[in-house]
């Protein structure tokens, strides 16, 4: 295990399962269709491809970037779209592949944007969700884990970009994080 993390929340083999789980739900759901899954970049990379490679059914593939957290600890609030999607999703069914919902603006923001464009259909799914968090109200219809509201790395999610190559989820060491970081985190218990 790497040094820096102290405790393992899900491993391997759970999200192999929630991925295997969600990627045959989905492929179920959208038997008759041709979805977008469209990833988040970059916290659902790998989650995109584990849930696309368990669906053995037709979809599309595209990837937007939108970003709350400024690389700390804490939700910014404010929400910027750094990469657009290339896909005209008018009239199309979004599958939105995230790593994680928290207060829920980032989603929100995206399943705006996506009915703006006329979008047919938004749906989410996401490996985690930390619904105790939640500050808007946004539904995620495939959930892989309800997370408690705890800071997480690996998989995917980072800590100051850090971290993302690990292949499970975990909880990092208090001593990784910045004291201002650590602050925010111990006012929020
Ligand atoms: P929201 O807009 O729902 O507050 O935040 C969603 C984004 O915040 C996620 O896509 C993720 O990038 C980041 N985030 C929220 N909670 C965590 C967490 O526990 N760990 C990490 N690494 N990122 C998180
Ligand atoms: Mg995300
Ligand atoms: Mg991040």
Request: glycine share 6%.
């Amino acid at each position: 295990m790497n040094k820096d993390i102290e405790r393992v929340l899900y491993s391997v083999e759970d999200i192999q399962n929630a991925a295997k789980r969600i990627g045959n739900q989905l492929a179920e759901d959208y038997a008759d269709k041709t979805p977008i899954l469209l990833s988040v970049l970059k916290g659902a990379i790998l989650w995109s491809v584990d849930v696309m490679r368990e669906m053995d059914s037709y979809v599309e593939l595209d990837f937007i970037d939108v970003s709350s957290y400024h690389g700390g600890v804490e939700s910014a609030g404010e929400i910027t779209l750094r990469t657009d999607l290339t896909t005209d999703v008018a009239g199309r069914d979004i599958i939105i592949l995230e790593d994680i919902v928290d207060t829920g603006r980032t989603l929100k923001y995206m399943i705006e944007l996506l009915h703006k464009r006329g979008a047919a259909s938004v749906k989410v799914a996401s490996l985690l969700d930390k619904k105790e968090g939640r500050v808007v109200d946004v539904a995620v219809d495939y959930v892989g884990f309800d997370v408690p509201k705890a800071f997480v790395v690996g998989y995917g999610l980072d800590y100051k970009e850090l971290y993302r190559n690990l292949p499970y989820v975990g909880i990092l060491k208090p001593k990784i994080y910045s004291e201002e970081d650590s602050a925010t985190l111990n006012s929020q218990e």
